[in-house]
């Protein structure tokens, strides 16, 4: 069994340890026996979509974001069917607003990719600290790390999850992130992965599903990973609701 990791230009979107989102992909497979591939792409390169699982773009500023937004746009038809095909995606801050139709920053636009009925407008000030959100597909909250200028409006989209401490999307709406199809949009850094392994083990799943590939993960010791995100959650959003995060 062998799972194929396109990690989209890591030499310009890689903020705040997005790489290592890879790593945790990668071992947490590896740990359960699954081959995983990774391959990276730099903005030469040409992608076979149809031979990726799982497509990883990362976080950026708003230099790197305008030099790859002029590359995904010559590639937007190909993106846009693998994820009509139910292709797994994860992106990052910057990669979650190249996803929408644009980011608007005070007179420049960069346009999207249109993938998600979305938009990003630049605001006052920037939204940065710890967030925790809860998801309805989840047994505990996601965590993570959230430092972000331009505020995302996602529409009728459901967002990845509720914010219960944070600013999420646009520190209005109440939601973080975005959950469309087998993709994944966040503003959460820190990494996401290595302290949120229950999400991890769900975008795995998404890929072995679509592959037709058994999705029953054996379980891994996560007594470390999940300390982490338990003390985040108690931390800054403790609960009755959230007593279950307990590692």
Same mark, same amino acid.
């Given at each position: ?8 230009? !890591? ?33 030469? $390169? ?17 230099? #790197? ?8 746009? #010559?590639?937007?038809? #190909? ?27 005070? $007179? ?12 990003? #407008? ?68 820190? !990494?996401?992965?290595?302290?949120? !392994? ?23 010791? $996560? ?16 609960? !009755? ?7």
């Amino acid at each position: 069994m062998k799972l194929k990791i396109g990690h989209l230009y !890591p030499e310009l979107l890689n903020l705040y340890g997005d790489r290592g989102n890879i790593l945790s992909l990668q071992k947490r497979m590896q740990w359960r026996g699954i081959e995983a591939e990774v391959a990276e792409y730099t903005l030469s $390169d040409k992608i076979d979509f149809s031979a990726l699982d799982i497509v990883f773009v990362g976080g950026g500023s708003d230099r #790197e974001q305008l030099l790859v937004c002029k590359r995904l746009g #010559e590639i937007k038809s #190909e993106i846009s069917d693998y994820v009509g095909d139910n292709g797994v995606v994860v992106a990052i801050c910057g990669g979650y607003q190249l996803l929408g139709h644009y980011y608007k920053i005070k $007179d420049e636009l960069i346009e999207g990719l249109s993938i998600i009925d979305a938009f990003t #407008e630049g605001g006052n000030g920037r939204l940065i600290g710890n967030v925790v959100a809860q998801t309805d597909f989840l047994d505990r909250p996601v965590v993570g790390f959230e430092n972000h200028g331009g505020r995302t409006h996602i529409g009728d989209h459901k967002p990845l999850g509720s914010v219960l401490f944070g600013s999420g999307n646009n520190g209005a709406d109440g939601g973080e992130g975005i959950l469309h199809k087998n993709v994944i949009g966040t503003y959460l850094h820190g !990494p996401l992965f290595p302290k949120n !392994p229950h999400l991890c083990d769900y975008v795995i799943q998404k890929a072995l599903e679509r592959r037709g590939f058994d999705t029953d993960l054996a379980p891994l010791d $996560d007594k470390i990973e999940l300390a982490a995100n338990a003390y985040i959650v108690s931390r800054f959003a403790p609960s !009755p609701n959230n007593c279950e995060c307990s590692a």
